[in-house]
């Protein structure tokens, strides 16, 4: 079995040792770039064993995002700045689960929260979550932190910073290190001073300073903690996906990616129930034959949100 | 083409004119009952059109279910019974879109709220979302308000409206009239006192009484009302799924239940922005290859949950 | 005893009746209007019984405004407009206690909330709270709802009025009816339409409609109720103001206007307890002796803020 | 002048060097600990120069205490333990300000809180607010946090700690290091192990831990960092009460405690608004007459709780 988190052990067994395949039963992919380059071999039809997407999964999206970034968002910029979030203008990017869950948080705090975003249904829950969605540029000036939470590249440009004021904050929750554009931060005429460990201050000719987080590196793994109950989630779903892997029968998994049954990802969420005493309600036979349902679940369809 | 909401038209011209399904292009349904009726028909393989599931479009579920319901469960119990919601101690039994929305609501307005699921996963989001996940019996004696959002029956029994403190006052948002065992509380030794339109007061041979809504029908239909902003997305929703169909090439849609393709849940979203004056960010051409997207969207894969 | 609400019957008597006074041991009053006229007669040296302003203790100021509008602008607003809060820009006028709740509400149900504000101390407290401090005039054109809880007179102006976008809604949270300047509007160009009980529409010659509400007098009063709950805490309060009173051993109170005794303050809280199966500490001897309080209270001193 | 925080440099002068009162222009004291000193003095005839209070001015208070606290309860917390909020049980002992701002925090970010009050008005806050009011003792095995704010001393006993679960985290975000009883956990039987910097493992007999934070001296002094807004509005309040006292004319401050006087309370609100780029509206004439104040304040009585 391949358990990877990034896809590169997979891509180096692929270029290295490929006959290793014969005795491979399955890969467990864990991160979005990963979960990427799988779908990209199957497309290809190079994919030569099954492949399980525990990245999206529900428990890790809620909660290696949702939940976890709502908080470590506080935790990493407390570390670091030390600053108030009350009444700070804060815009974020992106409003998919990592944004929300900084938006969430920060306006639980008193901070005031823009947010952008190109994907239409993310910006309308945006709006009906009492978020002004803007274009970065009409509030570039005004604001005191900038959050990238995208998954793109290039989200902040060196446009963007050349506009924001004195002592701006500028840091990524997202992927990578691709969303600010800091390469183009490394020129002659700024000058960089490191004023504490992760944090930089780029200093302009005329003596603006700007906050750079981690280099722009993720906040979250940088400057902050991972809980122990979110790798708890997540090593409990990779542990079951490699188990469904190994003991499925021959002919269920194909020489494809799939998400977890829903199934596993429900028995997930039940092991961690008790560490909150919480007490689930079970169905009666009259209802399970009323809704259709097992009781034992699976309890939605696949294509449920949450 | 049938526009339908709950299946009944569709139902009818099965059973009294099934010829005019030649002439009939497509079914767009809109509710779970209908959607559900449909899913029956594919299986059994009578379905005799496609037909499109539109309840499950983003855009309705969370408008129609998450978002309206967090205003309309406030507007529902002020209209009937003028309590106040601070310090009162609330169960919430489902925290589907309805219950959360309920939940978040009531959270907001100072009410302490219990939650009852038979979920894990909706559980352990209740949970993470700051709420006590209980039994209803665990609480059923000391709450004051009871809430039903299950889309289930019977999950308020005569057992439960037993043991109700006195004045405590019963209420279905979810579906149907079935969740509160109404029927079970039309016997002799109670009595049924209408005080307002909408409201019943049940008593006990004791003395104690219960504050009954609506009979146990849909509070948000039956005492609150529906914003033209969620009908009019609604009604979005609906015109665009007949249009999809209508001018389908031959071929695209077979004689199955079909959810609306996401290009149109997005161009829903996007044609109610403006009344936000919310302003979208549009992909540069760099982002849309990097992220492997086209620039109009769809912008999001088929299983992503918002 | 004279009970008043408003000073209107103190009024009288002392137009009307002055030797009344002789036999009158006190008077009870409930509102800012009638407790200004009250030190202004104190002032003036006029006051000829011991007075009690009930309007300025802790639990009728926090219930009566903060708690109890928090809830009433939600009501009144959809019980005139059935509008929908998500994402609906709006600014509140005024951030004393009224103020506050009706921000914090809004803000709960997703609206965007801005603040005008004249004090700087409220204006630092609304920042804090997560609300952008503005001037009326910055976003008078681009908002949906103003909302008016000043206690001043003609803080929204015909030049604001002329100068909102269509369909935005108007109203009035704070006092009495001065706070828009609804004369203004009575001008022969502006047609008025009675479009339901309490709801005008005022129409532009070019069409643009605004919705007025109450005709600019309380939306608290006029388009939602009071609970239960507050009216209880109220007359609790102005029961023990007149027992105090007329109990009082000669010479404790003169021929002024007192606040209420925080002890009784206290108490009119804790008569309010139990009806959330709330259950207070005792301090122990050690630790009563420690803080040099008393056991029964009172517990703070008089200019504490909670 | 004297500039005190705790009392310690007025106690030693009084001791030490009394006749340098003479040429001492008067007191400015910080803490609730140092105000409580020059109390006592004043009741006892002994206090020979003004003094004045600025820890009850209300931005002190609602800064350093309210706001302050708000944040620091979380940047604590995560900064020695690394806990997750979502979903735990959290029991808060005091709702004063310091208590009121660690509720909403936790409550914000998914922690179902419990508190305990002595002062039935605070009670009532905390129900309406939508905290469950409870004795320590009723949920003290439940809990997997408990922090106090009473200003008390002995509010968790050896007794609670003994019945405490495993691993549940016990900090002061308080007074001085009195509320924890910190002196009954130096027992035999108990070992004591310090795990990190201001963390230590208390283990029972039976392997139960408790999380003991700063061994129970103030967690946002020793976890976690003031940050510069709030000693900015500390310093300017401490700064103008010096220069008030010292330009003050004979005659106005006796020999006594006193508050800041309002208006300065209100200047040092109006210096800090431009940091958030706050515009404060301005009274007309007409609106000032109306209110009759003075359109540069103060602007309300001096009972006004905020």
Redesign the interface.
């Known amino acids: 079995m391949i358990l990877d988190d990034g896809g590169d052990l997979t891509h180096w067994i692929y270029k290295k040792y490929p006959n290793m395949f014969k005795k491979i039963k399955g890969i467990v992919e864990e991160s979005v770039t990963g979960v990427h380059r799988l779908y990209q071999l199957s497309k290809a039809g190079k994919l030569c064993v099954p492949a399980m997407n525990v990245n999206?999964s529900?428990?890790k999206?809620?909660?290696d995002n949702l939940?976890?970034c709502?908080?470590s968002i506080?935790?990493g910029l407390?570390?670091t700045t030390?600053?108030?979030?009350?009444?700070k203008?804060v815009v974020i990017c992106g409003y998919g689960e990592v944004g929300k869950g900084c938006c969430?948080?920060l306006?639980?705090?008193?901070?005031?929260v823009y947010v952008?975003?190109?994907?239409?249904?993310?910006?309308?829950?945006?709006?009906?979550?009492?978020?002004?969605?803007?274009?970065?540029n009409?509030v570039i000036r005004?604001v005191d932190i900038v959050i990238t939470c995208t998954?793109?590249?290039?989200?902040v440009t060196r446009e963007h910073l050349d506009r924001m004021k004195n002592s701006c904050i500028v840091c990524n929750m997202g992927h990578s290190n691709?969303e600010i554009d800091v390469a183009s931060l490394r020129t002659p005429e700024l000058t960089w001073e490191r004023v504490r460990s992760q944090v930089d201050h780029v200093i302009w000719p005329d003596g603006k300073r700007i906050v750079l987080l981690a280099e722009g590196r993720l906040l979250n793994l940088s400057c902050?903690?991972v809980?122990?109950?979110?790798l708890s989630i997540t090593a409990t779903t990779q542990a079951l996906a490699l188990i469904e892997l190994y003991n499925a029968p021959e002919g269920r998994y194909k020489q494809d990616v799939y998400?977890l049954p829903k199934k596993m990802?429900?028995?997930v969420?039940?092991l961690?129930?008790p560490?909150?005493?919480?007490?689930?309600?079970?169905?009666?036979d009259?209802?399970a034959k009323?809704?259709g349902l097992n009781k034992n679940?699976p309890?939605?369809p696949?294509?449920y949100?949450?």
Do not use: W
């Open positions: 999206d529900v428990t999206q809620k909660f939940y976890c709502r908080e506080l935790d407390k570390r030390d600053m108030m979030f009350g009444g203008q969430a948080a306006k639980a705090m008193g901070s005031i952008t975003e190109i994907d239409p249904i993310c910006a309308l829950q945006a709006c009906m979550d009492g978020f002004r969605l803007v274009k970065l009409e005004q998954g793109n590249k290039n989200v691709t902050s903690t809980p122990t109950f979110v998400l990802d429900e028995y969420a039940s961690h129930l560490t909150f005493d919480a007490h689930l309600t079970e169905l009666t009259e209802q009323y809704l679940g309890f939605k696949n294509y949100r949450y």
